[in-house]
């Protein structure tokens, strides 16, 4: 049984129209979409080839330690936050 890799991506809109898709487990994986829907599958395909890369060169794994979070930031709470006044 082939083993489940899962990790977290970015899907991100570009000047083109279309998404710019990183994942940060798997550093230097950039892929892009016209639309969401291609997005999503350019991610899936680029994902899996990036794995398999790993394992015919025999290299470890990568692991999502943690689950990445998107919060939003204002101007004054970041000034505030980090002591810059």
């Known amino acids: 049984m082939k ?3 899962e990790y977290t991506a970015f899907f991100e809109t570009n000047e083109r129209g279309g998404y710019t898709v990183t994942v940060p ?3 230097g994986l950039v892929t892009e979409g016209k639309d969401l829907d291609n997005a999503r599958d ?3 395909d680029a994902i899996r080839c990036y ?3 790993l394992e015919k060169a025999k290299q470890p794994m990568p692991v999502q330690r943690e689950i990445p979070q ?3 930031a204002r101007v ?3 000034r505030s ?3 810059r006044r």
Do not use: N, Q, S, Y
């Open 81 to 83: 936050r980090f002591g």
């Open 3 to 5: 083993r489940v890799h």
């Open 76 to 78: 004054g709470d970041f």
């Open 25 to 27: 487990a798997l550093p």
């Open 51 to 53: 794995v398999e890369g």
């Open 42 to 44: 350019m991610a899936k």
């Open 70 to 72: 998107v919060l939003p």
